[in-house]
Every structure is written in structure tokens, then in C-alpha cells.
């Protein structure tokens, strides 16, 4: 099995290349090698008022990724912002307990995902979880 290799780490995160397979047999794979699905980001961590956390990942056009975050607890709730590689935001939800957004990406390039504590004073647990897929899945 092989797979595309991850990019090492940024000062806010971590950047991650969502790409093609570079074989077939994949696990993930559901039509031959040629869809790749997996989770590459997830945490369970507290995060302290006006705290922020961002992953930059490398999209091929039509890749997606699916972004999960639940509230632990009743303290502060998580904020969703992605940007495209223009720096355009194209998806923003929260504050919110429960988040739940898919993107596709509509051109190849860096696409940062940023979960932000939006709290002035509360600290809030939140699990986190990012899944992404090559186009054609």
C-alpha cells in the first residue's frame, strides 16, 4: 500500500497534502486505487479563551474535507473558519456545540482550517476530528 506522504509542521498547526493515491490496494480506497479517505486530524485537547488552532492542507481541485468538532462540557464553544487559497473565506459556522462542514476544494492550492475559542474569559474542551478525500470519492 502506498500513500501520498504528509508536509511537516507549521507554526499554528500542522500542513497536510491531500492529493492522489500513488498506488492501488489502498484501505481506503472504494473504486480501484484511485479514492483515498482519511482522518488527519484528530485531537481531543482544551483550548484557553481566544485561543486559536489552524492546519494548513495541500488540496487538489475536487478534494474534500470534512471537519467535526463537539463541545466537551458546557464552557466555550468552538468557531469554524476556512479560506481557500486566495485567502477568501469560503466556509464560517459557530459559535456552536456541535460543528459539522464539508468543503470541496474548487481550485488546487492551501486551504487553512482554523477553530478559534471565540470565549473572553472560559476555557472549552473540544474533539476535533478532520477526514479528507481525493476527488472521485
Same mark, same amino acid.
Given at each position: #500500500?502506498?500513500?501520498? !506522504?504528509?508536509?511537516? @509542521?507549521?507554526?499554528?498547526? %500542522?500542513?497536510?497534502? %491531500?492529493?492522489? +493515491?500513488?498506488? !492501488?490496494?489502498? !484501505?481506503?480506497?472504494?473504486?480501484?486505487? =484511485? +479514492?483515498?479517505? /482519511?482522518? $488527519? %486530524?484528530?485531537?481531543?485537547?482544551?483550548?484557553?479563551?481566544?485561543?486559536?488552532?489552524?492546519?494548513?492542507?495541500?488540496?487538489?481541485?475536487?478534494? /474534500?474535507?470534512? #471537519?467535526?468538532? $463537539?463541545?466537551?462540557?458546557?464552557?466555550?464553544?468552538?468557531?469554524?473558519?476556512?479560506?481557500?487559497? =486566495?485567502?477568501?473565506?469560503?466556509?464560517?459556522?459557530?459559535?456552536?456545540? =456541535?460543528?459539522?462542514?464539508?468543503?470541496?476544494?474548487?481550485?488546487?492550492?492551501?486551504?487553512?482550517? /482554523?477553530?478559534?475559542? /471565540?470565549? @473572553?474569559?472560559? !476555557?472549552?474542551?473540544?474533539?476535533?476530528?478532520?477526514?479528507?478525500?481525493?476527488?472521485? +470519492?
Amino acid at each position: #500500500m502506498e500513500r501520498r !506522504s504528509f508536509l511537516g @509542521m507549521i507554526s499554528s498547526g %500542522v500542513a497536510l497534502s %491531500v492529493a492522489g +493515491c500513488t498506488g !492501488s490496494g489502498d !484501505s481506503g480506497s472504494s473504486d480501484g486505487g =484511485n +479514492c483515498h479517505e /482519511e482522518t $488527519v %486530524v484528530d485531537e481531543f485537547d482544551t483550548y484557553s479563551a481566544g485561543e486559536s488552532i489552524t492546519w494548513r492542507f495541500d488540496l487538489e481541485e475536487g478534494a /474534500e474535507l470534512e #471537519m467535526k468538532a $463537539v463541545q466537551s462540557g458546557e464552557e466555550a464553544r468552538p468557531k469554524l473558519e476556512v479560506k481557500d487559497p =486566495n485567502g477568501n473565506t469560503i466556509a464560517e459556522v459557530g459559535p456552536s456545540e =456541535n460543528i459539522r462542514r464539508t468543503i470541496t476544494a474548487d481550485t488546487s492550492g492551501n486551504y487553512y482550517v /482554523e477553530f478559534v475559542n /471565540e470565549a @473572553m474569559i472560559n !476555557s472549552g474542551q473540544w474533539d476535533i476530528t478532520i477526514e479528507s478525500r481525493t476527488a472521485g +470519492c
